[in-house]
């Protein structure tokens, strides 16, 4: 890079709020800088209008390049360094891998791999699902804090350091931005901006927001728009929470598992610190079994259920009456819609009875108010109005929207 741009290149770090000040910032500075004392005195001007002094280091040549090239040696061959880099730097780590009535070879595989790694124990159960998963290996949880892990997603090393910034902060539960790797390709979805705490008014609506999306906007001066994800993965929970508040997983609908034990936990933590960065990457194969629709037995029971208790967590917080309408009409609207995807995999006439049967047990008063797209729109207009089989055939042979 041509010296000459040294200092553009400073004042567009500023300008694009790469550095704000608030994180742990440095500009190393490799020689030449600049050609005389003149040229010295103007990049030295431009930089500490961005950098301060101490910030700001001048090199003869990049000293650590044989330390990086090396960087295996230089791991295991100076303690020093071995003892922050090394699990035993952590006081406890377990790893509970829970059996779910497993019928292949996943048990095997498991025990081999508690055999060579101590901090794994295997917890075997009757098949019960996701949610009964859970709350069966919350039961042997040990630790202060506790986050969960998908069998084929990835836990970064970064998620030691978060733990470190909910200690300095006093805060009792961390959501962090999400890393996405679909079919190979990685992508953060930059949810989350900026490194935030929230206070217990922040906590209230960040509640409301996580029930009710768009609908309930956040109210009090974050310094961000956060659109937070409604999955336990990317988030680090305080055990004591839990146990006090008789925490767990109930299997509403698929995310809606994930989604209860979050509300939940931000709702009775003291503070929560919102972290623009990711820990964890969130592995998504569209080829999967886990990605292959499949009919959902109950689904419209399930969403009753979620919807009731959605409401008494609004109404204890003291949520207007309007907005608990409004966020009910909004839940009634997808289960009609996520009702005749979840069935449309079956046959013509078993789409048509489950449907019908959720239109008669809905109230569908002011439904189009919150229709999201044209396509509500539309199969809310057609289902309501009794044209199923114009629906059906829009389906199949168009839209071909699914359940999952």
């Known amino acids: 890079m041509a010296p000459q741009f040294f200092g553009t290149i400073a004042k567009h770090l500023k300008s694009e709020n790469i550095v704000d000040g608030k994180g742990f910032e440095r500009l190393i500075v490799e020689k030449p800088f600049g050609t005389d004392y003149a040229t010295a005195s103007k990049l030295n ?20 390049k044989e330390m990086i090239q090396s960087i295996f040696a230089v791991r295991f061959a100076n303690l020093i360094f ?16 829970v059996n779910d009535g497993s019928t292949d070879d996943s048990l095997v595989y498991c025990k081999e791999l508690a055999e060579k790694i101590k901090q794994i124990r295997i917890v075997t159960k009757e098949n019960g699902g996701i949610a009964s998963a859970r709350n ?7 630790g202060t804090f506790i986050t969960f892990c998908d069998q084929d997603d990835i836990v970064l090393r970064a998620y030691l350091p978060f733990i470190k910034l909910m200690q300095e902060n006093k805060c009792d539960t961390l959501i962090s931005d999400v890393t996405v790797c679909q079919d190979g390709q990685l992508k953060k979805q930059n949810r989350i901006v900026l490194d ?3 206070d217990s008014n922040a906590i209230n609506s960040l509640v409301r927001f996580y029930i009710g999306g768009r609908k309930f906007p956040i109210k009090y001066p974050l310094q961000q728009e956060v659109n937070v994800p409604n999955s336990i993965w990317n988030c680090i929970f305080s055990s004591h929470i839990i ?20 509300v939940e936990n931000v709702l009775y933590s003291k503070r929560v610190y919102l972290a623009k960065d990711s820990f964890y990457i969130w592995i998504i194969n569209t080829a999967s079994e886990s990605h292959t629709p499949k009919y959902i037995p109950g689904l419209y029971e399930r969403r009753q ?30 289960s009609i819609i996520w009702g005749f995807y979840n069935s ?3 046959s013509f006439l078993k789409c048509r009875k489950e449907t019908s049967e959720i239109i008669h047990r809905s109230n569908f008063d002011k439904i189009y108010s919150q229709c999201e797209s044209v396509v509500d729109v539309l199969y809310i207009f057609l289902l309501t109005n009794h044209l199923f089989p ?13 359940y999952h």
């Open 196 to 198: 935030e705490v929230c």
């Open 136 to 142: 069966y290996g919350l039961k042997f949880a040990t």
């Open 82 to 97: 071995e003892n922050v880099w090394n699990k035993d730097f952590i006081d406890k780590i377990e790893i509970i891998l």
């Open 390 to 402: 114009i629906a059906y055939f829009v389906n199949k042979y168009f839209l071909r929207r699914k």
């Open 243 to 262: 146990e006090q508040n008789n925490i767990y997983f109930e299997a509403f609908v698929d995310y809606d598992d994930d989604w209860k034990f979050c």
């Open 305 to 334: 259920r979620s919807i009731e208790w959605q409401t008494n967590i609004l109404k204890n917080l003291n949520v207007p009456e309007e907005e608990i309408k409004i966020n009910t009409i909004l839940q009634t609207k997808r």
């Open 45 to 64: 001007d431009e930089l500490l209008a961005t950098f301060d002094e101490e910030q700001i280091f001048r090199i003869d040549h990049y000293l650590g």
């Open 344 to 346: 449309f995999i079956l």
